[in-house]
């Protein structure tokens, strides 16, 4: 079994040049991070507006059921798909038909896409009933017409997907990286000068408007970027292209994979809908901030070393496939780990600062922040879940990733169902994340069988001297916090002075602690850092 390599150690065995993974990866963390804070501040301005009510509830399905489709038919389902038979052409030579094959895809997205949101706004007072059946008179027809005018951002994810696959393939990670940045600030900007144009619970429609007009500025930028490569676009609809049935045919288990995978955030809603008006509200509130951690890290890592993957498993090389994923698992340890920790003793301050104002209550912040607090004990392992299935999928074996994304939905929904009743909000949660851990189990005993191994004892090593680090951080955090909140009071500047100080001195206490138990993913870090 060969040594995981760092980044810059894998690259060294492509032709790209050395570094090159390392710093795409450092640049989509950065992009990524700087997408996430703007999230943030359109999660703020939500929640001042609207709080956690019955509108935003109703938003808050009407959003995930055409993202649930999003998942089955456009970008999470399409890039997966697309980008090992199109990086495949390009490795062969085959640029004309690498051409063809996008463009192909284009313009069939554009036609199915286009039907499936017709029919689903068409149906939507029919289809949407059965995602919500806790709702009922103003609220349920809240969501379908919420639901009809959010539809439309189908199409334009999908042509996303395809563009932004053409872009990976050729190393180009910077436009996808910002255009999340600007798709927030188009809707903070949609918030804040439709909102006065609309009256009561119709002001929830200023947030559906900002969301369609901020994803069609999400495909006007990678779009633009697409003339950075040699790819030309052909009026192409070659359908029975061997290729393009090949991308539809791997394309299906993915779609089923991301779809059961997507399908837990509408379980947590549809059992959320039988505790209360406020709760599946409350559990999208809590998973905007759990992703802050998990977008800046974890998704970057999956989604930079996907075409890096996808090309050592075209050319069969399976250690450096199994190395460099390896690393990957344990640098998302190394980041994802401490966030667990921090969350869990800070979940309360965090959502406080984060949200309590205007129409955000004090009664609303526990609620939230008990959510956030059972989210954080699946973030290493939803990390871990990413990366693991993208290898899947650069393996070509996305129906494996299929059958455990189904164990995933399975466990998930009995866990919700079990847990509901006797726990509320925080037992629907808890029940996602039994589901995810499962999942994460069955996906590792598969890659170890396909990949002749994955240095499973060098992680467990490694996660326990993080996991030791952590409690440090924790211990560290909570009292600081502690202090400085009963020091400076609960206003705006006394919650960012005892929180940021709270994050920062257990941050120095955790590098500390690594670097005595010499954990080697810091040094990466270090030299990553430096290298930017």
Do not use: C
Not at 19 to 37: E, K
Not at 63 to 84: C, E, G, H, W, Y
Not at 143 to 161: A, E, N, R
Not at 303 to 309: A, G, N, S
């Amino acid at each position: 079994m060969s040594a995981a390599p760092d980044y810059t150690g894998a690259q060294a065995q492509s032709e790209r040049r050395p570094g090159r993974i390392a710093r795409s990866t450092a640049f989509f963390s950065v992009a990524t991070a700087a997408s996430r804070v703007a999230g943030l501040a359109r999660e703020v301005v939500a929640a001042s507006y609207y709080g956690v009510s019955g509108p935003m509830s109703a938003f808050t399905i009407a959003f995930q059921v055409p993202n649930l489709v999003r998942a089955l038919f456009a970008d999470a389902a399409l890039q997966p798909a697309f980008v090992p038979v199109f990086t495949e052409q390009l490795e062969q030579g085959n640029h004309r038909e690498a051409f063809r094959l996008a463009s192909t895809l284009l313009l069939l997205v554009t036609m199915v896409l286009g039907a499936i949101t017709a029919l689903f706004v068409l149906g939507a007072p029919l289809i949407m009933p059965i995602f919500a059946p806790g709702f009922e008179g103003a609220i349920l027809d809240l969501t379908v017409t919420l639901s009809q005018v959010l539809f439309p951002i189908l199409i334009l994810l999908g042509l996303s997907g395809v563009v932004v696959g053409i872009l990976n393939s050729y190393d180009r990670f910077g436009a996808f990286a910002i255009s999340p940045l600007f798709w927030n600030l188009t809707i903070i900007a949609a918030l804040v000068f439709l909102i006065p144009l609309f009256h009561g619970e119709d002001r929830i429609y200023a947030y559906a408007i900002g969301i369609l007009a901020g994803t069609l500025v999400q495909l006007t930028i990678p779009t633009f970027d697409l003339r950075n490569t040699p790819f030309k676009f052909e009026w192409s609809f070659e359908w029975r292209n061997p290729h393009v049935r090949r991308v539809l045919l791997l394309m299906l288990p993915v779609t089923i994979s991301l779809g059961l995978i997507n399908f837990n955030m509408l379980i947590n809603s549809l059992f959320g809908s039988l505790v209360s008006d406020q709760s599946p509200a409350a559990i999208d509130k809590a998973f905007r901030i759990y992703q802050l951690p998990q977008g800046i890290f974890s998704v970057a890592i999956a989604t930079v070393l996907f075409p890096t993957l996808a090309r050592y498993a075209a050319r069969g090389a399976h250690d450096d496939l199994r190395a460099t994923m390896a690393n990957g698992m344990r640098q998302i340890l190394f980041v994802l780990v401490p966030a667990t920790a921090a969350v869990l003793v800070l979940s309360t301050p965090m959502i406080r600062l984060v949200y309590q104002r205007g129409e955000f209550s004090p009664e609303q912040t526990t609620l939230v922040a008990t959510a956030l607090f059972w989210f954080a004990f699946s973030l290493p392992t939803n990390g871990l879940y990413l990366l693991q299935t993208r290898t899947f999928f650069s393996l070509q074996r996305p129906w494996m990733a299929t059958g455990l994304a189904g164990l995933d939905l399975v466990v998930s929904a009995l866990g919700a169902f079990a847990l509901y009743k006797p726990f509320g909000t925080g037992g629907i949660v808890a029940g996602t994340g039994i589901g995810t851990t499962a999942a994460v189990v069955a996906q590792a005993i598969v890659l170890r069988r396909e990949l002749g191994g994955l240095e499973l004892g060098r992680l467990l090593s490694v996660g326990m001297r993080i996991a030791v680090a952590s409690v440090a951080l924790a211990a560290v955090s909570f009292a600081v916090w502690d202090v400085l909140d009963g020091a400076l009071g609960r206003g705006l500047v006394g919650q960012i002075v005892s929180l940021g100080a709270a994050l920062a001195l257990g941050g120095i206490v955790y590098v500390g602690a690594a670097k005595l138990l010499r954990i080697a993913e810091l040094d990466q870090v270090i030299r990553l850092v430096r290298r930017r």
